[in-house]
């Protein structure tokens, strides 16, 4: 396996990340010195989460037509420019269409995850995958604890941490711009072969489908079936991080400092994990039993969190929660990207599903969390995703081998 192209993609989602985190905890102290409330602060991640659902599929479409350099280049000037007129915003509706413009550019992760799928076979793509979320979260631990250091300790925040976010991303701008990427790079895989054998008719339908003609992918019951499991357990996962905080605050009566640390050491799990253990697992496995055993860890994880009465069952629960999901997002991203040959568009749509994840499930849990109280909705999440597990297990929904029908999506 040709390790350049990876290591690029890693870099890369590296500088992205690492600009991204430089900004978020600008974020809320500038909106407030806007005059904003806190339903302006929740709000204005929404928003990115929101624009980036609409905006992900037609990246992941431009991927595959324009070839990953182009689209990479594309989106990374935009995401500069988002950050230029966040650093130049002087009021709350410049600073909101910033973070919209930042969401509707997001399209570097999406190229990113499609270097990996096009130059990895699909024994090495899970490890490609993952290294690929390492880099993602050591990019935010990076960005998180330099823009703290930016920040300083002044009530109205200093518009350093976004000058650096804007020269990050021109650093990434230059290495894009000197690394050699060719569009068509991907190994000999079944999916691959099934598309060059289909017949030329077949063929022409495929680049006549329309810019928006996605959903197409989703046209088997199977891929379709597949990338709604991602979906609900990427919503049970965000359900959980956006009301970690205030849970833990009303249980342990830990302040902002405490959780802080705590999310550090869930980030820290994550690298290890996704940066050197669950590709050489999926190696000897297969990825279906890692999606099943990062479902279950989960799963054990929100269970025990509901009933965490010390710290010390506090940090098993969150290291069987980080676990979780760094075994399954990579294993199932690798599962789905072997079902079709159209790789830009299927990280496209994934990313989609994570948006709109991030977008419903932190309100929409943080109400029921109101209602039930956290120990309540951490319960209810690992029974649904007992489930969950149960039909994925029951209907052999995660073969590593495509059906004959899957092969032609």
């Not at 909106?31 to 599929?57: D, K, Q, R, T």
């Not at 518009?159 to 290495?175: M, Q, R």
């Not at 339908?205 to 928006?212: A, L, P, T, V």
């Amino acid at each position: 396996m040709n390790e350049k192209p990876l290591l690029f993609a890693c870099f890369a989602t590296f500088l992205y990340v690492l600009a991204l985190a430089l900004v978020i905890p600008f974020l809320p102290f500038q909106i407030l010195n806007f005059g904003g409330s806190y339903a302006s602060v929740g709000g204005i991640f929404s928003a990115f989460s929101a624009a980036s659902f609409l905006s992900a599929p037609l990246w992941g479409r431009a991927c595959d037509r324009w070839s990953v350099k182009t689209t990479l280049l594309a989106s990374a000037l935009l995401t500069l420019s988002s950050y230029l007129i966040l650093f130049l915003a002087a009021s709350l509706p410049v600073l909101y269409a910033a973070r919209v413009l930042a969401g509707l550019a997001a399209g570097w992760l999406i190229a990113c995850q499609t270097l990996v799928a096009q130059t990895t076979d699909n024994k090495e793509r899970t490890r490609g995958l993952g290294l690929l979320g390492a880099a993602f979260g050591t990019g935010f631990a990076a960005g998180h604890a330099l823009s703290a250091w930016l920040l300083g300790e002044h009530l109205v925040p200093a518009k350093t941490p976004v000058l650096v976010a804007c020269a990050v991303v021109l650093a990434a701008i230059a290495l894009t711009a000197m690394f050699s990427l060719k569009k068509n790079t991907s190994p000999r895989n079944d999916a691959a072969d099934s598309t060059k054998r289909s017949s030329p008719q077949s063929q022409r339908r495929h680049k006549q489908r329309g810019w928006f003609d996605v959903l197409a992918l989703f046209q088997t019951r199977a891929l379709a079936t597949v990338a709604l499991v991602y979906f609900a357990v990427s919503l049970a996962f965000y359900g959980f991080e956006g009301t970690f905080a205030v849970w833990v605050e009303e249980i342990f009566a830990f302040g902002p400092r405490k959780v802080a640390l705590l999310l550090t050491y869930a980030s820290v799990v994550v690298i290890v994990v996704q940066g050197g253990i669950v590709g050489k697992v999926a190696r000897r496995q297969g990825e279906g039993r890692v999606v099943l055993f990062g479902i279950a860890s989960l799963a054990c994880g929100l269970a025990l969190l509901a009933f965490a009465g010390n710290l010390a069952l506090l940090l098993l629960a969150l290291t069987l929660i980080a676990t979780g999901i760094s075994c399954h997002n990579p294993a199932m991203q690798s599962l789905i990207s072997q079902r079709t040959q159209r790789q830009g568009e299927i990280f496209g749509i994934l990313q989609a599903l994570t948006s709109l994840a991030r977008t419903v499930a932190p309100f929409g849990f943080a109400l029921v969390a109101t209602l039930w109280k956290g120990t309540i909705l951490y319960f209810f999440l690992a029974v649904a995703l007992v489930v969950l597990l149960f039909l994925v297990r029951a209907f052999t929904l995660l073969e590593d081998k495509p059906s004959r029908n899957v092969k032609k999506a």
